[in-house]
């Protein structure tokens, strides 16, 4: 099929993740496009690698499931179509309206053009190179690469299994255990192309940065912040050289699980706040995504329970919570611990290790590797001087959560950070991955994992706090004689 093939690949998922999305978000706010763009395109992606896995599973050839795919993605475009033409006030035009100068538009004009032309290098950095990134071609896109060459499913098992095969059908590798999902992306950009090409696999890459650009910028403009500050936070995020590597050097799994936790966590907040049932099942689909992308997104996954119950809680009952969560886990520790079987695996939890279905075992122990973070998060080029400015943000975060009433939203977005900092802070500090902060491995990919949604974080508590947001929503405004209250709370009666 050709390069042409690859663009329809790319196209098509992206065209009808964002028209089913367009079909529930109606309204014309600003933000509301690049919302649906960014989340579109990895719902879109998702819902491809789904379909793949059921092929798999049925044992269908590639020349089989390329032209069911694609078939089938141009009748959900067509459905979509219909749908949206059968309501009457949805459109899909982008409602131009006349540009009115400010002095705003000046730097917001050259934060777009400095991102587009950093975005326009990163591309051709990512097509001019070929693959050779560690994980890429040891993991990703080498089982993308092998169902390719080969034109059909080939499973990967261990080497122990591999050894005893006697059809000698099946392969392996180190990470043979890791979710085939960032795999399924890139074969399907070959499968579009027609044959194994490293430059057509690592098409969805680009698609994947513009959905974490794009998601950024819509929840923030939906948020309320303006047109500038969501292009100053999102210059500070995107121009990170860490961020930016994972983008020309295409192929690592990071970048697709740092976009589903900032979308799921964007969403999140969206959904707290304003009640509004579209975020909250984009925040239930990007929290699900996380645990098919890569083990870690498994743990991810479960860092939003404590969000939610933040957000839940009321002022009074959430300390309370917390001592009873810490005395628990207290009573464990002391004990020796816990153990059981889960449907999933045993399940440990105890002052020597930690062993959780699905991810593996953590031999606990302590291991002083301040110095090591130091270096790989403040002194290494990797971050600017993000870090730095992280943590302001985060004394100011909770001195914020320390206040006797804040809004629910502010409480679980300071949830997750925490437990999203507390959750790096055991694996490099009291298991064996404190190797890789030692050798500078793994750590800042780790920490990218998290920093577009701290970004984020970051923008709701400045725009909140200096745009005169309202913390409630932009629809559930109250009036300022009625007294704000929190779930749980006792409200004294009017005396009239």
Same mark, same amino acid.
């Given at each position: 099929?050709?390069?042409?093939?690859?663009?329809?690949?790319?196209?098509?998922?992206?065209?009808?993740?964002?028209?089913?999305?367009?079909?529930?978000?109606?309204?014309?706010?600003?933000?509301?496009?690049?919302?649906?763009?960014?989340?579109?395109?990895?719902?879109?992606?998702?819902?491809?690698?789904?379909?793949?896995?059921?092929?798999?599973?049925?044992?269908?050839?590639?020349?089989?499931?390329?032209?069911?795919?694609?078939?089938?993605?141009?009748?959900?475009?067509?459905?979509?179509?219909?749908?949206?033409?059968?309501?009457?006030?949805?459109?899909?035009?982008?409602?131009?309206?006349?540009?009115?100068?400010?002095?705003?538009?000046?730097?917001?004009?050259?934060?777009?053009?400095?991102?587009?032309?950093?975005?326009?290098?990163?591309?051709?950095?990512?097509?001019?190179?070929?693959?050779?990134?560690?994980?890429?071609?040891?993991?990703?896109?080498?089982?993308?690469?092998?169902?390719?060459?080969?034109?059909?499913?080939?499973?990967?098992?261990?080497?122990?299994? +591999?050894?005893?095969?006697?059809?000698?059908?099946?392969?392996?590798?180190?990470?043979?255990?890791?979710?085939?999902?960032?795999?399924?992306?890139?074969?399907?950009?070959?499968?579009?192309?027609?044959?194994?090409?490293?430059?057509?696999?690592?098409?969805?890459?680009?698609?994947?940065?513009?959905?974490?650009?794009?998601?950024?910028?819509?929840?923030?403009?939906?948020?309320?912040?303006?047109?500038?500050?969501?292009?100053?936070?999102?210059?500070?995020?995107?121009?990170?050289?860490?961020?930016?590597?994972?983008?020309?050097?295409?192929?690592?799994?990071?970048? +697709?699980?740092?976009?589903?936790?900032?979308?799921?966590?964007?969403?999140?907040?969206?959904?707290?706040?304003?009640?509004?049932?579209?975020?909250?099942?984009?925040?239930?689909?990007?929290?699900?995504?996380?645990?098919?992308?890569?083990?870690?997104?498994?743990?991810?996954?479960?860092?939003?329970?404590?969000?939610?119950?933040?957000?839940?809680?009321?002022?009074?009952?959430?300390?309370?919570?917390?001592?009873?969560?810490?005395?628990?886990?207290?009573?464990?520790?002391?004990?020796?611990?816990?153990?059981?079987?889960?449907?999933?695996?045993?399940?440990?939890?105890?002052?020597?290790?930690?062993?959780?279905?699905?991810?593996?075992?953590?031999?606990?122990?302590?291991?002083?590797? +301040?110095?090591?973070?130091?270096?790989?998060?403040?002194?290494?080029?990797?971050?600017?001087?993000?870090?730095?400015?992280?943590?302001?943000?985060?004394?100011?975060?909770?001195?914020?959560?320390?206040?006797?009433?804040?809004?629910?939203?502010?409480?679980?977005?300071?949830?997750?950070?925490?437990?999203?900092?507390?959750?790096?802070?055991?694996?490099?500090? +009291?298991?064996?991955?404190?190797?890789?902060?030692?050798?500078?491995?793994?750590?800042?990919?780790?920490?990218?994992?998290?920093?577009?949604?701290?970004?984020?974080?970051?923008?709701?508590?400045?725009?909140?706090?200096?745009?005169?947001?309202?913390?409630?929503?932009?629809?559930?405004?109250?009036?300022?004689?009625?007294?704000?209250?929190?779930?749980?709370?006792?409200?004294?009666?009017?005396?009239?």
């Amino acid at each position: 099929m050709g390069w042409w093939g690859v663009v329809l690949a790319n196209g098509l998922p992206w065209l009808a993740g964002a028209l089913w999305l367009r079909i529930l978000w109606t309204e014309s706010r600003p933000g509301v496009w690049p919302a649906i763009l960014g989340y579109g395109y990895l719902l879109g992606f998702l819902a491809v690698a789904v379909v793949l896995r059921a092929t798999a599973a049925l044992g269908l050839p590639f020349d089989v499931v390329v032209p069911i795919l694609m078939v089938g993605l141009a009748i959900a475009i067509g459905i979509g179509l219909r749908r949206l033409a059968s309501v009457g006030k949805v459109s899909l035009s982008f409602s131009w309206k006349p540009i009115r100068l400010s002095w705003g538009a000046i730097p917001a004009g050259i934060l777009l053009i400095w991102m587009l032309v950093r975005f326009l290098d990163l591309v051709l950095e990512l097509w001019w190179l070929p693959l050779f990134p560690w994980d890429a071609w040891t993991t990703w896109l080498l089982r993308a690469c092998v169902w390719a060459e080969l034109g059909q499913w080939v499973p990967f098992i261990s080497a122990s299994q +591999w050894l005893a095969d006697p059809s000698a059908q099946a392969q392996t590798i180190a990470a043979w255990n890791y979710p085939t999902t960032v795999s399924l992306f890139g074969l399907w950009g070959t499968l579009g192309f027609g044959g194994w090409s490293e430059a057509a696999a690592k098409m969805p890459w680009i698609g994947c940065a513009l959905a974490l650009a794009l998601g950024f910028y819509g929840q923030a403009r939906l948020w309320g912040a303006s047109g500038l500050t969501a292009l100053v936070f999102l210059w500070l995020l995107v121009t990170l050289p860490l961020l930016d590597s994972h983008l020309a050097l295409a192929g690592y799994a990071d970048i +697709w699980l740092a976009t589903s936790v900032l979308l799921a966590f964007a969403a999140l907040l969206h959904w707290i706040r304003e009640g509004d049932w579209r975020q909250g099942s984009l925040a239930i689909l990007c929290v699900l995504s996380c645990s098919v992308i890569k083990l870690e997104g498994i743990v991810w996954m479960l860092l939003f329970i404590p969000a939610v119950l933040g957000a839940r809680l009321s002022g009074r009952w959430f300390p309370t919570i917390l001592a009873a969560a810490g005395l628990a886990v207290g009573v464990v520790w002391m004990s020796g611990g816990l153990e059981l079987n889960s449907p999933w695996g045993p399940v440990e939890l105890g002052p020597q290790a930690i062993q959780l279905p699905l991810i593996g075992r953590f031999e606990l122990a302590y291991h002083d590797n +301040w110095a090591a973070l130091w270096r790989n998060l403040f002194l290494y080029d990797n971050w600017h001087l993000y870090f730095y400015g992280l943590i302001p943000m985060l004394a100011w975060g909770l001195w914020r959560f320390l206040r006797s009433h804040i809004a629910p939203w502010e409480r679980a977005g300071f949830m997750f950070v925490s437990s999203a900092l507390f959750a790096l802070y055991i694996l490099f500090f +009291w298991t064996g991955a404190y190797r890789w902060a030692e050798d500078a491995t793994s750590v800042a990919r780790l920490f990218m994992h998290f920093v577009p949604s701290f970004t984020f974080w970051a923008l709701v508590l400045w725009s909140t706090a200096h745009a005169r947001i309202d913390p409630e929503g932009p629809d559930r405004k109250e009036d300022a004689s009625t007294p704000r209250t929190e779930p749980g709370d006792r409200v004294r009666p009017s005396p009239n």
